[in-house]
Antibody, heavy 121, light 108 residues
């Protein structure tokens, strides 16, 4: 069964770039028509979908973050990554990666355990 | 963007009671393209329901989902101790995919 695991620095300084990686195990990131997403949860708040990358490499980013986001794929490592530029305290959150299916099966399953990122000097 | 409004914000119930959670979509584009998740502290969110009313693999039949127009409902028929958590709805019928703000089901 497919499992996802996030990794990355827990602390990022304001104005810098937040970089996270999601490692996929139990299946190839390149097989099947899956969408690979990033989702975040700021402290005390709800879930916010950040964006996805399709196995072909095409992407869609949430317009609320679009100007600062890049999601990329590394099929050789079975990973996908998130870069978020010019971070502020508002980007402090628990970041999750998750998989969605195809043909309108766009619910998220499975999810990673999440990685906490704090933006602070 | 489709906005999902969940109510109530908090539901205080006792084990064994029935929980009724609501999720209202701002537009009709979400049709039946709605999922429900359970989120316990320190754990990854878990898919409960997809397609508004289909239980995910391994999910107890105590959980059921329904839809009427733009109003979606999640019912937990008899609350077990492990059911006390936060529940989110998510629409995937229209980009950007969006979540509701969550309903916390707490022990009364």
């Amino acid at each position: 069964q497919v499992q996802l695991q996030e990794s990355g620095p827990g602390l990022v300084k304001p104005s810098q770039t937040l970089s996270l990686t999601c490692t996929v195990s139990g299946g190839s990131i390149n097989s099947g028509d899956f969408y690979w997403s990033w989702i975040r949860q700021p402290p005390g708040k709800g879930l916010e979908w950040i964006g996805y990358i399709f196995h072909s490499g095409s992407t869609y980013y949430n317009p609320s973050l679009k100007s600062r986001i890049t999601i990329s794929l590394d099929t050789s490592k079975n990973q996908f990554s998130l870069n978020l530029t010019s971070v502020t305290a508002a980007d402090t959150a628990l970041y999750y990666c998750a998989r969605s299916g195809y043909s309108l099966a766009y619910w998220f399953d499975p999810w990673g355990q999440g990685t906490r990122v704090t933006v602070s000097s | 963007e489709i906005v999902l409004t969940q109510s109530p914000g908090t539901l205080s119930l006792s084990p064994g009671e029935r929980a009724t959670l609501s999720c209202r979509a701002s537009q009709s584009g979400s049709s039946t393209y709605l999922a429900w998740y359970q989120h316990r502290p320190g754990q990854a969110p878990r898919l409960l329901i997809y397609g508004a009313s289909n239980r995910a693999t391994g999910i107890s039949d105590r959980f059921s989902g329904s839809v009427s127009g733009t109003d979606f409902t999640l019912i937990i028929s008899r609350l077990e101790p492990e059911d006390f958590a936060v529940y989110y709805c998510q629409q995937y019928g229209s980009l950007p995919w969006t979540f509701g703000q969550g309903t916390k089901v707490e022990i009364k």
